[in-house]
């Protein structure tokens, strides 16, 4: 009897840990026992967890908002609601920087900048910080804007930052000091518009903004995109429907900066040419919103996340239909139960990992979008989630104040 309990045991395991990042699966349906069973690395606890408290003495939150991985995945930071990033060792687990903030609300990201020897954090209290991984010391502190803050990024090579603030407001900043490059008010409306996200191209030499109506009455959104040297506009697209209501979710560019793909609440995607902005496809595949779409590593494939509980895959270059990831668990034939907030590939884009209203987390493979594991994260929300940059880890934020991170590799 103890043996079958046993066996029945590990083979339950073995359907919920991860397989090995890169290997190629082709065929549909669960893989056979025995081949999982050569793949599977048998472990019952992730092999980084931390637990943070919601309230500390003071009554304030502790809980993380944000994390990220270091260039060489050696260490991993944490933005804290109580004003701190902290630093591990993911060798060894040991906390090893602690960096206490000049703001005075909550850090909400943090970003490592392509060396590895510095952090940017942003928070809520219009701030941004540039920090030195080794001392731990605050190399600048700048004012955005003295309302909510929106987002900030890392040029590729590093030397600049961008950052965009809900008030309709985008600055280039030098990296080494601090200072204003250039700024741009671009909202519209008596400043009733917001800006939704901002990233660099690939190639940094453009900014993609995607803004929505601050207020509902307003709707509608636009894309905008910038020359990163002067900030000049290139070109506006007015994305529009039912009554100029529809939002734009998210802007993500192709690898090779050439294209750009916006998720919309209409349930569509859209592509753009990015030399004129220009549509190059406009697909419409889900019953409600797309929370979120990227594409994949090479570019070959876009990715997209919906309210209808669907995950769908496309070819970003050929009209040659979708692939919908459905967990064969689920009686409805959809990836999760709940609205799917993010999905989003590793770094070779051999994995792709969900995550959902209905308080689990999903892997599945890159290229076929077979169902691997679900990791259920006991009724607590999913804040935050990210892939190492070598594709073996991942590690998730719940709002109960925890971090957790597994190994994807044997």
Request: hydrophobic share 35%; aromatic share 8%.
């Amino acid at each position: 009897m103890k043996k079958k309990i046993i066996k029945q045991f590990c083979k339950k395991i073995s359907l919920l840990l991860a397989i090995s990042v890169g290997t190629s699966i082709a065929q549909e349906g669960p893989l056979p026992n025995q081949e999982l069973q050569k793949r599977i690395k048998s472990f019952k606890e992730p092999i980084f967890y931390r637990l943070f408290s919601k309230k500390d003495s003071n009554n304030k939150n502790i809980g993380i908002n944000d994390v990220d991985f270091s260039p060489d995945n050696g260490t991993i930071a944490a933005a804290l609601k109580n004003n701190r990033v902290i630093i591990w060792d993911l060798n060894n687990g040991k906390q090893i920087r602690t960096f206490d903030h000049n703001h005075n609300k909550s850090v909400i990201a943090v970003t490592f900048n392509p060396e590895g020897n510095r952090i940017l954090s942003t928070s809520y209290s219009g701030i941004i910080s540039l920090w030195d991984t080794e001392s731990g010391k605050p190399i600048w502190n700048t004012p955005v804007c003295n309302k909510l803050f929106c987002s900030s990024a890392f040029s590729k090579d590093g030397k600049n930052i961008v950052s965009a603030s809900c008030a309709g407001i985008i600055k280039l900043l030098n990296t080494n000091d601090g200072k204003e490059i250039w700024v741009k008010h671009i909202a519209r409306r008596n400043d009733k518009w917001r800006i939704n996200s901002v990233k660099f191209s690939p190639d940094s030499k453009t900014i993609v903004a995607a803004l929505g109506g601050g207020v509902a009455a307003l709707g509608g959104g636009f894309i905008k995109l910038l020359n990163t040297n002067d900030g000049k506009k290139i070109w506006v697209k007015h994305i529009a429907g039912r009554n100029d209501k529809w939002r734009i979710n998210s802007v993500k560019f192709s690898p090779d900066s050439n294209t750009i793909v916006a998720a919309l609440s209409g349930g569509f995607i859209m592509l753009l040419n990015t030399y004129d902005g220009k549509p190059i496809r406009t697909i419409q595949n889900h019953r409600n919103e797309v929370n979120s779409a990227e594409f994949s590593h090479d570019g070959n494939n876009i990715l997209s996340a919906s309210r209808d509980k669907t995950i769908k895959l496309y070819n970003s270059r050929k009209d040659t239909g979708f692939y919908t990831f459905r967990d064969p668990t689920i009686q409805k034939n959809t990836a999760h139960n709940g609205s799917v907030n993010y999905a989003g590939f590793n770094t070779d884009g051999s994995r792709i990992a969900s995550t959902s209203d209905d308080k689990t987390i999903k892997l599945w493979t890159g290229e076929t979008g077979q169902h691997i594991w679900t990791m259920n994260t006991k009724e607590e929300v999913v804040s935050s989630i990210e892939f190492s940059n070598d594709g073996s880890k991942i590690a998730y934020v719940l709002d109960d104040g925890t971090i957790h991170m597994w190994s994807l590799t044997n």
